[in-house]
């Protein structure tokens, strides 16, 4: 039986999304779309963990929460209460309340489900739930701590389908080492280590950074337009000439770049805009 996870969100596009993303992960999923639902359905069938919007209507998030922490036979469920990203105010209360955790809206996919994790592996760690089925895929590559190809395609997705819905832009930047099999096995790891450091500095906090392939990155980069993908491969590529690899790695690896954005009349959906992104990579190398 796989973790219950319980989806509490008014917008029904991103209770869809969530939805979704947990379902991908491998969790069994309920959902409310107020906070009278919430507790309808924990009253059924207590979920391992609920996701839950701070601002649901009929009765907030908070108030449930605090409902939830004041019950002797649910305290003990963890809740992760999503804010608003500037509602530093209803992120304080909700950890007063009893919160495990909290995401910020608009929600980062990559940010969901590590936290979602994260919290589920604390309740087993302190004995609170005696244990929960590991998730279907690995949100983290072992060597570097980037997001795994899996995880990628998945924020792509949802990544994509939230720049149609609000009409924002949304980028996406390939870098490569191009002699990367050339490298030994032991140098291939440390160039990747040091590469994986050094692109988390040429970006911003909400943007993604995945190890998608043996030899190359994909960073996503939300609300971002063709001239903000533009000045992010004008900082890795200063970062390349740079040379920020040990002294020893031999052969010197070999950095390229490629970036595909959206909105684009070559781009339609999110397998056409990583497809772009590839395609120019190809053309370069």
């Known amino acids: 039986m796989s973790a219950l996870v319980l989806v509490a969100e008014a917008d029904p596009f991103n209770l869809r999304l969530l939805s979704d993303l947990c379902s991908t992960l491998g969790y069994e999923v309920v959902t409310a779309g ?42 003990h ?36 489900q590590q936290r979602l994790r994260n919290v589920l592996r604390l309740q087993v760690a302190n004995g609170t739930i005696s244990s929960f089925p590991p998730d279907r895929l690995d ?25 149609v819905r609000y009409g924002h832009p949304l980028g996406c930047v390939l870098v490569r080492c191009s002699n990367a099999t050339s490298l030994s096995p032991d140098m ?18 909400v943007d993604q950074l995945f190890r998608s392939s ?37 052969p010197r690896p070999l950095i390229s770049t490629s970036w595909a954005s959206y909105p684009n009349e070559k781009v339609a959906d999110a397998e056409s805009l990583w497809a772009c992104a590839l395609a120019k990579a190809t053309k370069r190398g």
Not at 139 to 163: C, H, K, N, V, W
Not at 230 to 235: F, K, Q, Y
Not at 236 to 246: K, N
């Open 34 to 75: 107020d906070g009278g639902a919430v507790l309808d359905s924990v009253a059924r069938e207590r979920p391992h963990l609920v996701l839950m919007d701070a601002s649901l209507p009929v009765m907030d998030g908070l108030q449930v929460l605090r409902i939830l922490k004041a019950d002797a036979n649910l305290a």
């Open 188 to 205: 291939q790891r440390r160039t990747f280590v040091q590469l994986t450091t050094a692109l988390r500095s040429c970006v911003r906090n």
């Open 139 to 163: 949100i983290a590559d072992p060597t570097t701590g980037a997001g795994t190809a899996s995880q990628f395609r998945i924020s792509l997705d949802y990544e994509f389908t939230r720049a």
């Open 214 to 250: 043996s030899d190359s990155f994909s960073i996503l980069l939300p609300e971002t337009d063709q001239r903000g993908c533009g000045r992010v491969i004008e900082r890795v590529q200063a970062l390349a000439a740079r040379d920020p690899f040990d002294s020893d790695v031999q």
């Open 77 to 112: 469920v963890p809740v992760l209460l999503a804010t608003a990203e500037g509602d530093e105010n209803a992120r304080r209360l909700g950890l007063q309340l009893g919160a495990e955790d909290y995401v910020t809206k608009p929600y980062r996919s990559f940010e969901i």
